[in-house]
């Protein structure tokens, strides 16, 4: 199946700091990709929605001055937390889907710990 | 939103039993996924089925899905203590506007 490599698997830094998280999609062309959030033992909130090229559209709720995410290519995507809360410490995970297909493919999440 | 609802929301079953869990759904969908996650790790897709499925098996899954009901079930026999992890429905509705939403989970639990 497809490989989409998210990196870092898991990151601590300071409050006010800012963390970049990268999502790849290694062996296909990523048309759109998708930042998840998800608490510990909850479900997956969808964060934002990136299609190559374009801004991304962010649900309900989200801070798109906090939670920037970049997608300049078919293969990469990035999300960056700025200015980091302790608040913001949670389990990042992005997918990737091309253009057709019926599932997307998930990265192996990044936990965010700001202390 | 998360329209998905997984019941139960944690179940722990022996080695070698059978273990079921459903969802349901409150929009129409194009296609239901089931995927599991080990604990702080990705999200592995085990199947889909589409809105004009029934059944579907893969291996030791079966899915059901009934559209009039906005339900599925995911059947997985003859469990392994490798099975326990946490398993969540996804529901696409289709079209340009392509995103999942997922479910709450159930937590399995296969005891040795």
């Known amino acids: 199946g497809a490989v989409v490599s998210q990196h870092p698997s898991r990151v601590i830094c300071k409050s006010g700091t800012s963390v970049k998280i990268e999502c790849r999609s290694l062996d296909f062309q990523a048309t759109t990709m998708f930042w998840y959030r998800q608490f510990p033992k909850q479900s997956l909130m969808l964060m934002a929605t990136?299609?190559?090229?374009?801004?991304?559209?962010?649900e309900q709720g989200v801070e798109k001055d906090k939670f920037l995410i970049n997608h300049a290519s078919l293969t990469l995507s990035t999300l960056t937390v700025t200015s980091a809360h302790p608040e913001d410490s949670s389990f990042y995970i992005c997918s990737a889907r091309f253009m057709g297909a019926t599932e997307a493919f998930f990265g192996q999440g990044t936990r965010l710990t700001v202390v | 939103s998360q329209q998905g609802e997984e019941d139960p929301q944690a179940l722990s079953i022996q080695e070698g039993e059978n273990a079921t869990m459903n969802c349901s759904y409150k929009?129409?969908?194009?296609?239901l996924q089931w995927y599991r996650q080990n604990s702080g790790r990705g999200l592995v897709h085990l199947i889909l089925i589409r809105s004009n499925e029934r059944e579907k098996h893969s291996g030791r899954l079966r899915v059901t899905l009934d559209t009039s009901k906005k339900s599925s079930s995911l059947l997985i026999t003859a469990s392994r203590a490798a099975d326990t992890a946490s398993y969540f429905c996804a529901t696409d509705g289709g079209g340009s506007n392509y995103k999942l939403t997922f479910g709450k989970g159930t937590l399995l639990t296969v005891n040795p």
């Open positions: 990136s299609n190559e090229g374009s801004k991304a559209t962010y």
């Open positions: 929009t129409s969908i194009n296609n």
